[in-house]
């Protein structure tokens, strides 16, 4: 390959999450510190442990030998930058400046939709598992969450219950759902005809849909993803969706997410929301940041990590199949997420979960409590990381905890 993946980076005391808060509370879910004689395997924050695309640091680099950084004004290659990235899989193909908005990350996007939307006491549709930032942007606002499980079909791949979906939004009279396309924890593309049927059940309730799309760059071989915006007319006018780079070129430190929407009205009230607040301006080094991503280099680079990814889930999920018995888990098609049901093991064993989780923070095995993402018996793993790292896990939990 071209670009470094294999690499072991020493990020200890840069101000990486995923090292520095082990062992602390900052969010109350991290893994403890690993005993003496083991150093720690980050595999939780959902960042990587790759460098990022070297077009990046060079334009960030430029931008930096200049010496002012006052006040300044969003670039047109900032908005044709996102214009050309989105259109390159033949979607969102009327896509204009008009439409593309800066968000302070992801968070801060649903946070005001969920506002502008709805008010305090009012219930809104998730998907469980669900990835656990949505429960404060839905729950800190004083707003309910109401989970549509999805279910594992005979191959294990987790599904959308439609019926279950229409029967909990007319139960809760729900005018507002959170969307995850690609899936995080599960790791789902959804395809076509899923989304379609998704649709059909939001439109003939009247809900309008907030579509996290962080995920959309990281799909594997034989997956597609399709803007959720761009199923049919509905859609697009009762969709409004997220997006960033940070997730594929790993810049979440540097906060630089974005809003599509189409509909006109939704647009003006989820910016005017943004704009009272005062927190929704982006850091010029973040402009430019994103400029380096949505390059030519920065499709190459991507193109090389997302074959690392898959080797590194489909190698993951074939160890654990053969290996660990009692645990189960599905291959992810996208994203670099992994989530695995120990409930069998549990069982088998007489552990509980946590026996499960702080035998492996003992050993420097950086896993993450599933039941924040409402996995009654789960793990979330992160597997992006240089492969040597995630044999190294793996071993450890062979050797120290799947015993």
């Known amino acids: 390959m071209k670009y470094d993946f294999t690499s072991v980076i020493d990020r200890k005391g840069m101000d990486a999450t995923a090292f520095d808060s082990v062992g602390k509370r900052k969010w109350g879910f991290e893994p403890e510190a690993p005993e003496d004689g083991f150093d720690f395997i980050p595999l939780w924050v959902a960042d990587m442990n790759f460098a990022t695309c070297p077009e990046i640091t060079k334009r960030i680099i430029e931008r930096a030998s200049h010496p002012l ?60 598992p669900v990835y656990v930032g ?22 294990g791949v987790w599904r959308m219950d439609y019926e279950d979906m229409d029967k909990k939004i007319k139960e809760f009279n729900i005018k507002t759902a959170i969307f995850c396309s690609p899936h995080n924890p599960t790791g789902r593309v959804w395809t076509k005809d899923e989304l379609e049927k998704a649709m059909q059940v939001f439109e003939s309730n009247d809900v309008t849909v907030l579509s996290d799309e962080i995920w959309a760059d990281l799909v594997f071989e034989g997956h597609k993803h399709i803007p959720t915006q ?27 997410s974005y809003h599509i929407i189409y509909n006109e009205k939704l647009r003006k009230a989820i910016r005017k929301h943004g704009l009272k607040t005062h927190y929704n ?48 888990c599905s ?57 040597s790292r995630l044999e190294e896990a793996f071993d450890r939990m062979k050797t120290y905890v799947f015993i």
């Open 230 to 256: 761009c199923v049919n007319e509905w859609a697009k006018n009762n969709v409004v969706a997220a997006y960033a780079p940070s997730k594929t070129f790993n810049l979440a430190g540097l906060v630089g």
């Open 69 to 128: 950084f006052g006040y300044f004004n969003y670039s047109d290659e900032y908005y044709q930058s996102i214009i050309d990235w989105r259109q390159a899989d033949g979607y969102h193909q009327d896509l204009k400046f008009e439409n593309i908005g800066y968000e302070n990350g992801v968070h801060g996007f649903l946070s005001s939709a969920v506002e502008v939307l709805t008010k305090p006491g009012d219930y809104i549709l998730l998907h469980s």
């Open 331 to 387: 291959m992810p098609e996208g994203t670099y997420m992994m989530f695995l049901d120990c409930s069998e093991y549990c069982k088998k064993t007489g552990k509980s979960l946590d026996d499960v989780l702080k035998a492996g923070w003992r050993v420097g095995v950086g896993w993450q409590d599933g039941r924040k993402f409402e996995g009654p018996c789960h793990i979330r793993l992160n597997l992006a990381s240089p492969k």
């Open 281 to 328: 301006e982006m850091n010029v080094l973040s402009m430019h940041a994103l400029n380096g991503a949505y390059s030519q280099v920065g499709r190459e680079w991507m193109g090389e990590l997302i074959q690392v990814l898959e080797e590194n889930a489909r190698w993951a999920y074939e160890y654990i199949k053969n290996t660990f018995s009692g645990v189960d």
């Open 134 to 155: 949505f429960k404060s942007d839905v729950e800190g606002l004083g707003r309910h969450s109401v989970y549509s499980p999805l279910v594992q079909d005979e191959n």
